[in-house]
């Protein structure tokens, strides 16, 4: 099941006026709750895939979702940098919690698995983990803003 058909049964529930469905397909869960009053959506979205799959567009459900690594554009400064692009749909937040630190800085050296960020998608707020070692040269994006799908997130220097 993607994103698209996910906010499909979302505002179908939302404008049937029934106040809570459940679907089950495999290893996907999705409940959907919503106000009589305001009729706003209460989401709840598990799915119980193995971390080896590959992740698809819609996956924001996974509780820890590796951050794809590709290689920067091909100018001539960041030519020699890896791109850390966005997973999923989503909120960016460089924080843990609004009262914690930053996960990462500029100039922060990042090992294979250590998390840069989070994501939060429908309410779930997944890790970002780095997938090679280097060095933090650029963070691309504001805290608490949104992200699309493979956008560009974090330059690092893998030397």
Do not use: H
Not at 5 to 12: A, D, G, R, S, V
Not at 84 to 96: D, N
């Amino acid at each position: 099941m993607d994103l698209k058909e996910i906010q499909n049964l979302i505002k179908f529930v939302s404008n049937s006026g029934v106040a809570e469905v459940k679907l089950e397909t495999g290893d996907i869960k999705i409940t959907i709750r919503t106000t009589l009053e305001g009729n706003t959506p209460e989401i709840t979205y598990v799915q119980q895939a193995p971390m080896q799959q590959a992740l698809p567009q819609a996956a924001p459900a996974a509780p820890v979702a590796a951050a794809p690594v590709a290689a920067a554009p091909a100018t001539d400064e960041n030519a020699k940098y890896v791109t850390i692009k966005s997973p999923m749909i989503g909120t960016f937040y460089r924080k843990p919690a609004p009262d914690k630190p930053a996960f990462v800085e500029v100039g922060t050296s990042i090992g294979k698995g250590d998390v840069l960020c989070v994501v939060e998608a429908m309410k779930l707020f997944n890790e970002i983990e780095a997938e090679i070692t280097g060095k933090i040269v650029k963070i691309l994006v504001d805290d608490m803003s949104p992200v699309e799908f493979d956008q560009p997130l974090f330059l690092v220097d893998p030397s």
